[in-house]
């Protein structure tokens, strides 16, 4: 009995020296965590990358939702004070925030709730990862459904207004930015993305097809396709002879470049012409907003066109690059 007296006491006295429970330790911060987090050289990017593909563009965008959208909500806090709650309260929140005028210091533009999405995508990866490394139990964004879909209807450019942008003379639309009637002619016989049109060079061009096997972005060239899966495209004589001829120029650097194949023309530069060219066919900015024309409606258009042909599925996939039948 003496014993346990003895040993309750000295419990007692590591108690009062607090000595008996070991000090907890600090759980790391949102921002602890994040930094390099998205880093392509990351340990976490290294990790994935041995068991799936994904594109440097889809970490860029990741790093950039990190950076602008989840770390000043949550930056501070510890990994453990994140809640479901609070997750659902960060996403809902998108609704009254967006894109703020930086003179007027008002919201010009709002944003859409399939960015809110991609964001929170990109919040669950992170967490998801903290509990793989035993930095906390359970992932908060398990209990949070995304927001629903409010993505406007995709309208098709028309048959006759596709014939309107590329007559014989290309000039009476175009001007003199061939590149770029040229980049657009191809898109809407192709479906090819944007950014492997900019990245297609003239050593891909072949006599009676292109080899699809790669895509400039912001990070420069790739030499894979988003699907990274390359795909070859069999092109009539006349849209070979264009390509040719911007190769004289250019070589077997970029086809579409501004200054001799070193760099494509931008994104920018392509849509701005589309704009310019859908105006001169009597299409109003007010319009093309509403209608949601962009470059990347050429996808759209070749889409519904082929299948309209009587084009299979599968031989649809084959032009386009997509990889399910749902986004066919």
Known sequence: MFELYEARNFCHRLIRNGALIPNKVKTMTFSELANGFWELNSEFIRNERSRKDFNDSYVVISRQLSTVQIEPFFGKLTLDKITSELVNKWLLGFKDRGIIDKKTGEIISCYKNSYANAAFRTLNVMMTEAVKRGLIQNNPCDKVERLKNNKKKIDILKLEEVRALFPKDYRTVWGDKEIAFAANLLASIT??????????????????????????????????????????????????????????????????????????????????????????????????????????????????????????ISQVQSVTGHKSECMT
Request: aromatic share 10%; net charge positive.
């Open 191 to 312: 479906g090819m993305r944007i950014g492997e049109i900019m990245g297609l060079r003239g050593e891909f061009v072949f006599d009676n097809y292109i080899a699809v096997c790669g895509q400039y972005g912001n990070d420069g060239y790739q030499d894979c396709t988003k699907t990274k899966e390359n795909r070859s495209i069999p092109l009539m004589p006349e849209m070979i002879a264009i390509l040719r001829k911007l190769m004289i120029k250019n070589g077997n650097g970029y086809v579409f470049s501004l200054n001799n194949g070193n760099v494509p023309a931008t994104r920018n530069y392509f849509a701005m012409e589309l704009n310019k060219a859908l105006n001169k066919i009597g299409i109003s900015k007010d319009e093309i907003k509403q209608r949601g024309l962009t470059l990347h409606s050429w996808r759209h258009f070749l889409n519904t066109e082929l299948q309209r042909q009587g084009l299979t």
